[in-house]
């Protein structure tokens, strides 16, 4: 992928997913702005191994839920690149539990991170890609939010309604040149599965056809692909980066 003179801007960055994904593009030679939520030394590794690559890339600490700080976010990518091309809408968390068992607060901080986080990303540079007529929103969902899961009602609804803001988006903005896509990793090796008891990820690994968990960079390069010139005239899809799980 090419992304020469391109800014990206990259929420949870610092490490799984989100390390990958700012790699992925920076590898194409995007500058990469990412945000992270309390892990700054991760962060800085994340803006190292960018640099690495050779592109340029800046790490700001947000919440994400937050409409003061995603905007200062925002303002900081215009001011440091001058303009916002790609948004990745990455981070992500869980709070796990029966629906019975389920305390009303973990379910409205798993909504506010996941899914009104990704709207507060979305509005806060929709009117700059409008006015550049040029624009790349990809949004992560999950697996979870296609089929569900039990012990994951919060999630699999922050999920699914990520899903249902990329398709409304892209019918919004198809007409100015932008499209907003999302990708629905499956079980990926990252630091939540691997946190994961041996019978649990034996059960999840039962459930995808192609028996294996996948890795970050998968996920990666299926975003990258959205984000890039190739998928111009793809707007308002979900890629589904999971072995088969979903089928």
Do not use: W
């Not at 700001?60 to 900081?76: F, G, P, Y």
């Not at 091309?85 to 029966?98: E, K, S």
């Not at 089929?147 to 999920?159: E, I, L, M, P, T």
């Not at 990329?166 to 079980?187: C, D, H, M």
Request: with cysteine; net charge neutral; aromatic share 4%.
């Amino acid at each position: 992928m090419n992304f020469s003179e391109k800014t990206a801007v990259v929420t949870g960055g610092s490490r799984g997913l989100g390390r990958a994904i700012c790699l992925e593009l920076a590898r194409g030679g995007a500058n990469v702005m990412l945000c992270y939520a309390g892990n700054e030394a991760a962060a800085n590794e994340t803006v190292a191994a960018c640099e690495s690559l050779g592109a340029k890339a800046v790490a700001i600490r947000c919440d994400v839920s937050k409409e003061d700080e995603v905007k200062a976010l925002m303002d900081a990518a215009l001011k440091t690149f001058g303009h916002i091309d790609i948004l990745v809408n990455n981070a992500g968390i869980t709070r796990d539990g029966l629906l019975m068992m389920m305390k009303p607060e973990d379910f409205d901080a798993v909504i506010a991170a996941n899914l009104r986080g990704a709207f507060l990303c979305m509005k806060a540079v929709a009117r700059q890609m409008v006015k550049q007529r040029y624009g790349r929103i990809v949004n992560l969902s999950s697996v979870v939010g296609l089929r569900g899961n039990a012990g994951q009602v919060n999630y699999a609804a922050s999920k699914a309604g990520v899903i249902g803001m990329t398709k409304s988006l892209a019918k919004e903005l198809a007409g100015r040149n932008i499209t907003v896509n999302a990708v629905a990793p499956g079980f990926i090796d990252t630091d939540m599965t691997a946190a994961l008891t041996e019978t649990a990820k034996n059960a999840a690994l039962g459930s995808i056809p192609m028996g294996r968990m996948g890795t970050p960079e998968n996920v990666a390069k299926a975003v990258a692909f959205l984000a890039g010139e190739d998928a111009g005239y793809i707007t308002g899809q979900v890629l589904a980066v999971d072995g088969g799980m979903s089928m």
